[in-house]
């Protein structure tokens, strides 16, 4: 069972337009919830993160909406550029004195047409 | 931003040989990561080390895989001996502290055992 989830697979949109990826989680425990965004052949860098005391974290163009009651958050892009295509993942953690090991979904593709 | 460097970008071994990954963190950051991402098919936590320790792992962390990071040089990942499902792309990450979250991920190696 996939404890994290995204959608869709694979997202176009025109360049201006706003981008809205979804991810879901089964773990209740989960308190912290990063968004990487990943470019061919580069590991994924930290794009924005949220964590549960909050519903919503603004940066830029980048937003994420955070709904604790239903385990859904999403991350809009505003204004897309071409140069914003990439695959985006959304993770999540538990703060603990391990270390905080990540969870992530399969990922996004966007794809940002000029 | 801070760089995680890893050496191979790629290796190809046999079935049944030693393979080393090796990863270079960002300088002062003490928790370690690895991570294994197979084809199509979303980021998976391996293990995490600290302070010379392992300090939590996933099922996927085999008893053919060791990690260690002698004398503070590279942190690496050891699989002995290497099985074809090894096949797949192994990222490190590193972050300052627990309490810090934000893990930085090096550009992956992509191992292909024949």
């Known amino acids: 069972q996939q404890q994290v989830r995204q959608s869709p697979q694979s997202l176009t949109v025109w360049e201006g337009e706003t981008a809205i990826l979804n991810c879901s989680y089964e773990d209740s425990t989960f308190n912290y919830f990063p968004w990487y965004q990943q470019f061919p052949g580069e590991g994924p860098a930290l794009l924005i993160s949220i964590r549960s005391v909050s519903d919503k974290k603004e940066d830029g163009r980048f937003t994420i909406f955070f709904n604790k009651r239903e385990k859904k958050l999403s991350l809009h892009i505003t204004d897309s550029q071409p140069g914003d295509s990439a695959t985006y993942f959304c993770?999540?953690?538990?703060?603990?004195?391990?270390?905080?090991?990540?969870?992530f979904g399969g990922g996004t593709r966007l794809t940002v047409r000029p | 931003g801070p760089k995680v460097l890893q050496i191979p970008s790629h290796q190809i071994i046999d079935m049944g040989q030693m393979v080393t990954l090796n990863c270079d963190p960002v300088?002062?950051?003490?928790?370690f990561y690895w991570y294994k991402q197979i084809l199509g098919q979303q980021m998976e936590f391996l293990v995490n080390?600290?302070?010379?320790?392992?300090?939590?792992k996933s099922k996927l962390f085999k008893d053919q895989f060791s990690v260690e990071r002698p004398d503070g040089s590279y942190f690496t990942l050891k699989i002995q001996p290497t099985a074809l499902e090894d096949s797949a792309v192994y990222f490190c990450?590193?972050?300052?502290?627990?309490?810090?979250?934000?893990?930085?991920f090096g550009p992956g190696t992509r191992l292909l055992v024949l």
């Open positions: 990450a590193s972050s300052l502290d627990w309490g810090e979250d934000t893990q930085y």
């Open positions: 300088s002062n950051h003490l928790y």
């Open positions: 993770a999540a953690s538990v703060r603990n004195n391990a270390g905080a090991k990540l969870t």
């Open positions: 080390f600290y302070n010379g320790k392992v300090m939590e």
